[in-house]
């Protein structure tokens, strides 16, 4: 992965430089890691320019031939070494969005408190991508939305060398997805600079309008003569069941106390004993305490990374869980003396067998409740999924033969060497490995991004796989 490299100058924030990348030859990984990476490519090959100078780019791309990459507001140029001595210089023009665009862009993501915490610490979420088509914005290119460039003699659109720079935009937008933003007009300091201005006018106005509805903060007064906040409590369930408000006025809300720091480690929670201090037999004393532990450690977790942030928002850190959910989690997450206790409980809970628990239990050390759902359910792929998973496959296996796949909705097997592949919810893909002995697929390894990535690894992992399935195997 290339580091960032920035111009010199006063104006970096519109002009940047990015080193060019290393050689991929014979990769057998997809061309970009990241989602907005593969976005950027997918959007790339279903524009109208001319997919075959598209795939001998993609090899120029692969060879190294792309020099260092200049970016500036609708533009990319980069020297790229073609069959002469001298390199061309190439060049990949990007509309840029309007005035009206952006302020659409804005308000859209000033709409969204998650949006607004990932922005600010740096981060893309690909939801921002559904968020701004909707308000009429179009960030990844369209046909038309590019224009190519070179000086070399090739007539064609685009030629060889300005079809490896746009694979290599790619690239970069793995190492920070802020230079998309930056080829459609906008720097990210300016942006930054702008959403603060907007999410502090924001939380004024909802400041005001809560303090002349009277619906602000009361106080009242001390002993000592001095106002004090008088801050009046609603039940949990009342607080997290009510349907969220203004995300500006609930950021206001949110930043505008001080957190104390966490401590090292969460409390421990009472025990539930009478006042003889036998065992109260009325509830499961073992199992009400279990949860007020976990509870507690969730609720540690939570606070602890709310603390990290420099500017706390309403950022949803943990996932909503089913009840299913959430027995699993906790029967993969216990430590070791409370696991073989809880793994006991869900087993007779749920009235499951030992099989069905140590796959779900696999599953969910793969990749939570995506890998979860990914062992449960089979889903059709949307056309774009499968034909992004048909390039990284015939990348990976350009050099060699590759295995015979079989493909039922998200799951790609190859029978013959026992392995599989399925494609989660979350867009990663899960290895599977086939038990000789009754033809279960077991979760193997770690899930990726890649499809190739997570097959390779099966077919070169094979010495594990009778340690890992006898280990799991009741």
Request: charged share 25%.
């Amino acid at each position: 992965m290339a580091p960032r490299k920035k111009a010199a100058g006063p104006d970096d924030d519109r002009t940047r430089s990015f080193p060019a990348f290393p050689p991929a030859v014979g990769s057998r990984t997809a061309f970009a890691g990241s989602w907005w990476g593969q976005a950027w490519v997918d959007a790339l090959e279903t524009t109208s320019m001319d997919a075959a100078r598209l795939g001998r780019g993609r090899t120029y791309a692969r060879r190294g031939a792309v020099e260092d990459i200049t970016v500036t507001p609708g533009l990319a140029k980069a020297k790229v070494q073609g069959s002469r001595p001298r390199p061309y210089t190439s060049t990949v023009e990007v509309e840029q969005l309007s005035d009206a665009d952006w302020d659409r862009l804005l308000k859209a993501v000033a709409s969204r408190a998650a949006h607004i915490a990932a922005l600010l610490d740096k981060d893309m979420p690909p939801e921002l991508l559904d968020d701004a088509k909707a308000a009429g914005v179009r960030l990844l290119p369209a046909a038309g939305d590019l224009s190519p460039g070179c000086s070399c003699p090739d007539w064609g659109w685009p030629c060889k060398h300005a079809s490896a720079l746009c694979y290599q935009i790619a690239r970069l937008l793995d190492t920070d997805p802020f230079v998309l933003l930056l080829l459609r007009g906008r720097g990210e300091q300016e942006l930054m600079e702008e959403l603060r201005t907007r999410n502090a006018a924001a939380a004024a106005t909802a400041t005001a309008r809560d303090s002349d509805s009277g619906t602000g903060t009361s106080t009242s007064t001390s002993r000592l003569g001095t106002e004090t906040p008088s801050v009046v409590g609603i039940s949990a369930v009342e607080a997290f069941s009510a349907a969220p408000g203004d995300p500006a006025a609930l950021l206001a809300g949110i930043t505008a106390f001080e957190i104390p720091a966490a401590p090292d480690v969460p409390g421990r929670p009472p025990v539930l004993a009478a006042a003889t201090g036998e065992a109260v037999d009325a509830i499961d004393a073992v199992a009400l305490e279990r949860l007020a532990a976990d509870t507690a450690g969730r609720a540690h977790t939570l606070r602890t990374l709310y603390t990290g942030f420099d500017e706390p928002a309403a950022t949803p850190l943990m996932p909503q869980l089913t009840t299913w959910q959430d027995a699993v989690r906790m029967a993969a997450e216990e430590d070791e003396a409370a696991s073989e206790e809880v793994y006991e409980r869900v087993l007779s809970a749920y009235d499951l067998g030992d099989v069905q628990m140590s796959m779900s239990i696999l599953a969910w050390h793969q990749g939570g409740s995506a890998g979860l759902s990914t062992l449960e359910t089979a889903w059709t792929p949307t056309t774009a999924d499968k034909a992004r998973a048909r390039r990284s496959l015939e990348d990976w296996t350009a050099d060699g033969d590759p295995p015979a796949l079989r493909v039922w909705r998200n799951r790609w097997t190859a029978q013959a060497e026992g392995v599989q592949v399925r494609l989660g919810t979350d867009h990663r893909w899960y290895p599977y490995r086939r038990d000789p002995e009754d033809g279960t697929w077991w979760p193997h390894g770690t899930a990726e991004h890649d499809p190739a990535s997570a097959l390779a690894t099966l077919l070169t992992d094979a010495d594990k796989a009778a340690e890992h399935l006898g280990r799991f195997r009741p």
